[in-house]
């Protein structure tokens, strides 16, 4: 999937593209099953102006149409007694 699908998408929708969701897109796309934090953490270290809320509503954003899915993922850490 490319920056620009994702950004036609989301302007046929009705979504103003901003210089902040660009960058969000482009860090989401190149971070292949990143976790929230992670993606917000790359996000600032680009731009230190971006918040931590603007990362998280616009992933919410693009799971509502259908661009990411959200996975809960369950870290196992070994039982030395097993």
């Known amino acids: 999937m490319s ?3 994702v950004i036609s998408l989301l ?3 009705g979504f103003r593209i901003t210089k902040q969701r660009k960058l969000i897109i482009e860090v989401i796309l190149k971070s292949n099953g990143a976790s929230c934090k992670e993606i917000y953490h790359k996000v600032s270290c680009k731009d230190s102006s971006v918040g ?3 990362v ?3 992933i919410r954003l693009l799971e509502d149409i ?3 899915k959200h996975v809960d993922m369950i870290t196992l ?3 030395k007694n097993l």
């Open 56 to 58: 998280y509503r616009m």
């Open 52 to 54: 931590s809320a603007t």
């Open 66 to 68: 259908d661009i990411l």
């Open 77 to 79: 850490t070994p039982d």
């Open 11 to 13: 302007k046929s929708k």
């Open 3 to 5: 920056n620009e699908f």
